[in-house]
C-alpha cells in the first residue's frame, strides 16, 4: 500500500530544496531550522546502506535540530542530496568510480556540485563512510552510554573528500562495552565477537576462535580407538595438557572433514580455527620431531597441519581461510615453511612487557618474531594484550604504547588485530579509554595516539580532564620500572604507597572538577576505582607506610566504608548502555568476593 502521506512529506522536502543554493564544495544541510538537502538511498538499496542512510539522517537532524528527509530514489533527484550507498544515481553522476571492484570496507566520500556521495564497498563500506563523515563533522562515539553529537543549527559540510580503507583487514577491540552493535559499527569494529548483525553490515565470521584441537577432535571420544592421534609424551600418548600429533596423516584428513562440516553447517563462516590448545607439551613422536629439526622450531607442528587442512578445503570453500597460533612453544618462525595463502598465522604477544610499544627494547625478542613471520606470510594477524587478566581493575598502564605498537605491526605485515582487554565485565582499569583508542588507530595507525588519548580523556570527562590525564602519564612513567605483564599482581612494585598517593590525588582533583556535572562525575569514580582498588588491596601495608612517613591518610580512615563505597560504585546504577561490574579478573572473581577478601586482610 502506498503512504499518501509520507510521499506528500517527500515532496514538500523537494519543492524546498529546489530553492536552496549551495556554495561550490559545501553541502549546505541546514539553517536555523530550514532544511537545505535530502538523503538519498537507491530503491534497490541493501539493508547495510538504507541503515547507514538512517544513522546519518537521526545523527544530521539531531545537530541541525530539523528532520531532514531520507528519498529513495533512483535517475530523478532534488538539485541538493547526500547519496548514501550504490544505486543508479550514484553510478550516473561519478562515473570514474568502478564499483563493480570497491572493497568490502572501501570508503568513498566525495563531492560533486551540489550533490555529496557518502558510499563503499558492499557490505560495510557504506556504513563506515557514513560513520567517517560523522566523525569529520565531530560526532564521536566514546563508549555504548556516551555519544557526543556537536550542536550546529547551520551545518555546512564542507570539504571532505575521502577514500581509504582500513589499515587492517580484521580489527578488534575485544572489551566488554566494545560487542555492542552500534558501538563496533560507529567504530570499525569487525571482530567476531560483536554483535554486529547482517544488517548492520555483519562482521568476521570464525568456526571456532581459538584453542580448537579439542574441539575438533575431542579426546572423550576418539582417544580411546586413536590414541595415536594425540601427543606422545615421555614415550606415552597422552591428553592431559598436551596436544595433537599434527603429523598423523589419518588425524589430518579426520580434522579436514571436521573442518568440512563445520563450514557447511555455518555459510557464513570465513574463518576457521585449527590452532593449538592453551597448554604446552607438543608431541614427541619421531615424525613430529623430525619436522621441528628440519624446521628449526615447533611452529612447523601447527602451521604444516593448517597447510594441509587449507589445501584440501581450498577448492571446495575459495573464500574460507584457516586459523592458527604462533603462541608461546610456537611463536618462532619455522626457517622455509610458509603459510598457504588462505593460512592465517596469529602471532600472540602474551611474554611481551606492555609498559613500552611491541618494538621497543624490552621486546626486541618478539618484534623478530614479526618480522621473521612477515618474510613467509602475507595474512599475518597479531594476538595482543591490553588488561591484567589477574586483576582488571588494577592500573595497567599501556595507554601511550598503542601508537608505536600498531603503526610498527602495520609496517610490518600485518594485516589483523586482536586487541583482548577485559571481555568479561565493565569496570577495568581505562577500559573505555583503550578500546576507543585502539578502534582509532585500528583503521588508521599513523594518526597522533597520543593526540587520540587527549581528545578521548577531554571528551569523555569534560572539566576533569587535566587530572586524568596527568594520572595517566604519571602510571604510564612508573609501569616502565616493571615487567607489565599481562597478569601483573596488585602487589607490583610500581603500585607501591607513594605512586598510589600521588594517584589517589590526581583522582581526586578530578572528582572536585567534576562535582558540578553528575554524568562526568559518574566517569570520573568509574576510573577511580583502579587506583582505589589497590588501596584496598593493599590496605595494612599503605597504613603502615603513611604511618612511617607521618603522611596524613588520603583516604576514608574507615576500611569497612570505603570497601562499601567502591562496591557501591561498581555494581550501582549506571547510564543507559552499562551494566555493573561482575567480575574483578578472568578467574571470575567478584566484586563482592574481592571486597570480603580485602576486609578479611587476604
Known amino acids: 500500500m502506498r503512504d499518501n502521506g509520507r510521499m506528500k512529506w517527500i515532496a514538500a522536502s523537494f519543492a524546498t530544496l529546489l530553492v536552496c ?41 539531531e545537530m541541525a535540530h530539523v528532520s531532514i528527509p531520507i528519498v529513495r530514489a533512483g535517475a530523478r533527484l532534488p538539485q541538493h542530496a547526500i547519496l548514501v550507498g550504490q544505486g543508479d544515481a550514484q553510478r550516473k553522476l561519478f562515473p570514474g568510480i568502478n564499483w563493480a571492484k570497491l572493497g568490502e570496507e572501501e570508503v568513498l ?31 564521536r562515539t566514546w563508549t555504548p552510554w556516551a555519544r557526543d553529537v556537536p550542536n550546529k543549527p547551520r551545518l555546512v559540510i564542507g570539504a571532505v573528500n575521502e577514500r581509504s580503507i582500513p589499515a587492517f583487514e580484521s580489527r578488534d577491540s575485544y572489551w566488554f562495552h566494545s560487542f555492542d552493535q552500534d558501538w563496533a559499527v560507529q567504530n570499525y569494529d569487525n571482530g567476531a565477537n560483536t554483535r554486529v548483525d547482517l544488517n548492520h553490515g555483519g562482521k568476521i565470521e570464525y568456526g571456532g576462535f581459538v584453542h580448537t584441537y579439542y574441539p575438533l577432535v575431542p579426546p572423550e571420544k576418539y582417544f580411546g580407538p586413536h ?10 600418548r597422552t591428553t592431559v595438557d598436551a596436544q595433537l600429533c599434527t603429523t598423523n596423516p589419518e588425524l589430518r584428513d579426520f580434522v579436514v572433514e571436521q573442518v568440512r562440516q563445520l563450514i ?13 590448545n592453551d597448554c604446552f607439551r607438543p608431541c614427541q613422536c619421531d615424525k613430529c620431531r623430525a619436522l621441528v629439526k628440519e624446521q628449526g622450531s615447533e611452529s612447523a607442528l ?45 602471532l600472540c604477544s602474551i611474554e611481551c612487557n606492555f609498559a613500552f610499544p611491541l618494538d621497543g627494547p624490552p ?69 573505555e579509554l583503550k578500546a576507543w583508542v585502539l578502534a582509532q588507530l585500528m583503521w588508521n595507525p599513523d ?17 576533569a580532564a587535566s587530572p586524568i590525564l596527568q594520572y595517566l602519564k604519571f602510571m604510564q612513567q612508573k609501569a616502565t620500572s616493571w615487567h607489565l605483564s599481562f597478569a601483573s599482581p596488585v602487589s607490583a612494585s610500581f603500585l607501591g604507597y607513594e605512586t598510589m598517593v600521588q594517584a589517589e590525588k590526581f583522582m581526586q582533583a578530578a572528582e572536585r572538577l567534576a562535582s558540578n556535572d553528575p554524568e562526568k562525575l559518574w566517569r570520573v569514580e568509574q576510573a577511580h576505582l583502579a587506583v582505589q582498588y589497590v588501596f584496598l588491596a593493599r590496605w595494612q ?57 580485602a576486609l578479611a586482610g587476604d
Open 363 to 431: 621486546n626486541d625478542a618478539f618484534a623478530r618474531d614479526v618480522q621473521d613471520w612477515e618474510r613467509l606470510t602475507n595474512r599475518l594477524y597479531i594476538w595482543d594484550y591490553c588488561t591484567d587478566f589477574a586483576n582488571y581493575t588494577e592500573p595497567q598502564p599501556d595507554y601511550f604504547t598503542f601508537g608505536k605498537t600498531l603503526k610498527f605491526l602495520a609496517h610490518h605485515g600485518a594485516k589483523g588485530l586482536f586487541e583482548e582487554g577485559a571481555y568479561q565485565s565493565t569496570g577495568a582499569d581505562m577500559a
Open 264 to 276: 557447511r553447517s555455518n555459510p557464513k563462516v570465513r574463518i576457521v580455527s585449527v590452532s593449538q
Open 227 to 236: 590414541p595415536e592421534w594425540y601427543s606422545l609424551i615421555d614415550g606415552k
Open 21 to 61: 543554493g549551495s556554495s561550490y564544495g559545501q553541502i549546505h544541510v541546514a539553517d536555523r531550522g530550514r532544511v537545505q538537502t535530502a538523503i538519498v538511498v537507491a530503491p534497490d538499496a541493501i539493508e547495510p546502506e538504507v541503515n547507514a542512510a538512517r544513522t546519518l539522517q537521526q545523527t544530521l537532524s
Open 447 to 463: 594518526q597522533d595516539s597520543d593526540a587520540l588519548v587527549s581528545e578521548f580523556v577531554s571528551g569523555y570527562y569534560g572539566k
Open 109 to 139: 566520500i566525495q563531492e560533486k556540485g551540489d550533490y555529496l556521495l557518502v558510499s563503499g564497498g558492499r557490505n560495510r563500506g557504506t556504513l563506515y563512510a557514513v560513520n567517517r563523515l560523522l566523525y569529520k563533522l565531530g560526532v
Open 302 to 346: 601447527v602451521l604444516d597441519l593448517a597447510n594441509y587442512v587449507a589445501e584440501k578445503i581450498e577448492k571446495e570453500f575459495p573464500l574460507v581461510a584457516i586459523d592458527t597460533l604462533a603462541y608461546q612453544w610456537s611463536r618462532h618462525a619455522p626457517k622455509s615453511m610458509k603459510p598457504r595463502p588462505n593460512v592465517i598465522v596469529r
Open 541 to 597: 601495608e599503605f597504613r603502615d607506610a603513611a604511618k612511617a612517613k607521618g603522611d596524613a591518610w588520603i583516604v576514608n580512615a574507615s576500611r569497612k566504608a570505603f570497601a562499601e563505597n567502591w562496591l557501591k560504585v561498581a555494581t550501582g546504577a549506571g547510564p543507559t548502555g552499562w551494566s555493573p561490574m561482575t567480575v574483578v579478573d578472568e578467574g571470575s572473581r567478584t566484586p563482592q568476593q574481592f571486597v570480603a577478601s
